[in-house]
């Protein structure tokens, strides 16, 4: 038993005082959740307010006539100064990925570990607490806390606008998808140790045998059970191996583990049925907003990439709003719904009045769709029915990139459909007239990889380019496999849920779209370097002064979207500027299902 805990025998009295607990505290584990959320905007509407009166500390302010005044001035500046940068590496820490056994293996970032264990610190006090000796209360109090955790682990899996969490903080479903996954990780700890504590307590009382049998206990041993599969084929090698497998058991578990705890205990149901709610909205957004669009265009570009071209027609998506770097899931009529799958638009939809995919034929939806291409002889072109829901993805929250002083754009290979209409849109937006404004670092294995990018882009537009060749044409990649062709581009796309599709998307087009097959749509003032790019040498010159200018940019904006190694390795040398105190807006686009 754990430490000074009794079976301790109650009269009624007593009794019909621990169930008043239990509701409380269950009541008030929920509750202490939307406060947490609450503060959260509250917080964020202060720093607003306080940002508006303060002025920025890098804000290069003329000095007192006095000595003894400018002297002051500066001892208070490079106080601030102090204070601003410890808080800028203790963010920084923060969001640093902890991985473990491998490097694939991943437990999130510092942030998610720090938050859920602050959560659970906080939901075992309020397991403990009033629970005096008695035993039972703390076994049940586990669990009704357990259960409290339900709706808000269903509401963080909400892949929708709807989503009060998503509006409160301003984090997309991807960004949330960490927090659903710790919080899950809590709750199946505070079931496994109320399901443990009542086996004791039947083996304790000999009732082992006798209560079995009993209906509540069946459910409960159930429910446990199915926490159980579910937790376990939601690990990272689990869903690496077969994505489909895990997503099918994962909402099949979802679904059945509401109506076995409905009918474990009554005390539970207020929970449950506030879980159901959210779960049907969760169905009806998700299958109200799946748009079936009868005439895509599918188009070989070369031997690796497709094209898909979707129009935004009045009765499909033309009142949706898009943002640079956001994805829509994508599926074919004759799949199963379950396998929608995202890819990101790499056009600026609204401007082209279409979206424009290019995907990289390797496994899963890309090769049906390669080999649906391949099966008419007769053209490179074919119409097909898709089915596409969105758009999602945290670029509708980025910060407004014209606010900082220079940004680097960095892509490996098919991660420029993240990146590119980012550029783009600067380009157009006129942010890139001074060209140390905007630098756009881009890593193909061949030239023709980076054909399609450049037909929608002018001679200016691609000043700030800089297109990094490691081999002369796609001929030398056409000698590996495709698996092969996946390792080396190390999942650089958004992947249809990791193991199951690691297929990039890709896009820029116009109503009227040019050629896209050649290299020789590649723009003559584009700069080319044959090599892999020096990443230590391009952050230091991010970072350092210009001979026209006196003193260093105060803000920088860095996106990366490419292989693991890459955007681990500009990690490590941008954290040697942040822990330098200098002000970094960093966004590695990954998805970490």
Wanted: charged residues 20%.
């Amino acid at each position: 038993m754990p430490l000074s805990y009794g079976f301790i025998s109650l009269d009624e009295t007593q009794l019909q005082r621990r169930r008043h607990l239990l509701d409380f505290y269950g009541q008030a584990a929920q509750l202490s959740a939307l406060l947490v959320l609450l503060s959260y905007q509250i917080i964020y509407v202060v720093r607003l307010f306080l940002q508006q009166l303060r002025p920025s500390p890098y804000k290069h302010t003329k000095d007192h006539a006095s000595p003894i005044v400018s002297h002051f001035q500066e001892q208070s500046l490079d106080t601030k100064q102090d204070r601003i940068s410890i808080w800028r590496r203790f963010n920084w820490f923060l969001d640093q990925d902890v991985s473990w056994a491998a490097k694939s293996s991943s437990w999130g970032t510092w942030r998610v570990i720090l938050i859920a264990s602050i959560w659970t610190i906080w939901l075992s006090v309020l397991a403990v607490k009033d629970t005096d000796d008695d035993y039972l209360h703390l076994t049940k109090r586990f669990g009704i806390i357990a259960a409290s955790q339900l709706p808000l682990h269903y509401m963080l899996a909400l892949k929708s606008s709807w989503s009060p969490i998503s509006y409160l903080t301003r984090l997309s479903h991807e960004e949330l998808n960490p927090y659903h996954r710790a919080l899950g990780r809590i709750i199946l700890v505070f079931l496994s140790l109320h399901a443990s504590f009542y086996l004791n307590f039947f083996i304790q009382k000999s009732l082992l045998t006798k209560r079995i049998r009993d209906p509540d206990v069946i459910l409960g041993l159930l429910a446990i059970t199915t926490f159980l599969t579910l937790s376990t084929t939601a690990l990272a090698w689990v869903r690496k191996r077969n994505y489909f497998l895990f997503f099918l058991i994962h909402v099949t578990t979802s679904i059945l583990i509401l109506p076995i705890l409905y009918f474990h205990v009554s005390h539970l149901r207020i929970y449950i049925l506030e879980s159901a709610i959210i779960y049907t909205i969760l169905i009806v957004q998700r299958n109200t907003s799946v748009k079936t669009i009868p005439n895509a265009k599918l188009t070989h570009l070369n031997s690796n990439l497709l094209s898909i071209t979707i129009p935004l027609t009045p009765s499909s998506l033309s009142n949706k709003k898009f943002h640079p770097g956001q994805h829509i899931y994508l599926s074919l009529p004759s799949q199963n719904r379950l396998r929608l799958n995202p890819f990101t638009i790499a056009n600026l939809p609204q401007r082209d009045t279409q979206i424009r995919l290019v995907l990289r034929a390797l496994n899963g939806t890309t090769r049906i769709l390669s080999n649906t291409l391949a099966s008419s002889k007769t053209s490179p072109t074919k119409n097909i029915p898709l089915k596409i829901e969105g758009p999602y993805g945290s670029a509708a929250n980025f910060p407004d990139l014209s606010t900082y002083d220079r940004i680097l754009l960095v892509a490996g290979g098919v991660g420029a459909t993240f990146t590119m209409p980012i550029y783009r849109d600067l380009v157009e937006r006129g942010i890139n007239k001074n060209r140390r404004k905007v630098r756009f670092v881009w890593a193909v294995k061949s030239i023709e990889d980076a054909a399609w990018a450049f037909p929608y882009l002018d001679d200016k537009g691609t000043e700030g380019i800089e297109l990094y060749i490691s081999t002369s044409s796609s001929s030398d990649r056409a000698n590996h496999s495709p698996d092969a062709r996946e390792k080396e581009d190390g999942g650089i796309e958004l992947q249809e849920r990791e193991g199951l599709l690691s297929d990039g998307v890709v896009s820029g087009g116009s109503a009227s779209s040019p050629s896209l097959s050649t290299p020789s749509t590649l723009p003559q003032n584009l700069t080319t370097i044959p090599s892999r790019p020096n990443l230590p040498a391009i952050i230091n010159e991010l970072f350092s002064s210009h001979a026209d200018s006196s003193h260093p940019p105060t803000k920088i904006a860095i996106l990366v979207c490419g292989p693991a190694g890459m955007g681990a390795a500009m990690r490590r040398e941008v954290g040697v500027w942040v822990g330098r105190g200098r002000e970094v807006w960093w966004h590695d686009e990954e998805f970490g299902w």
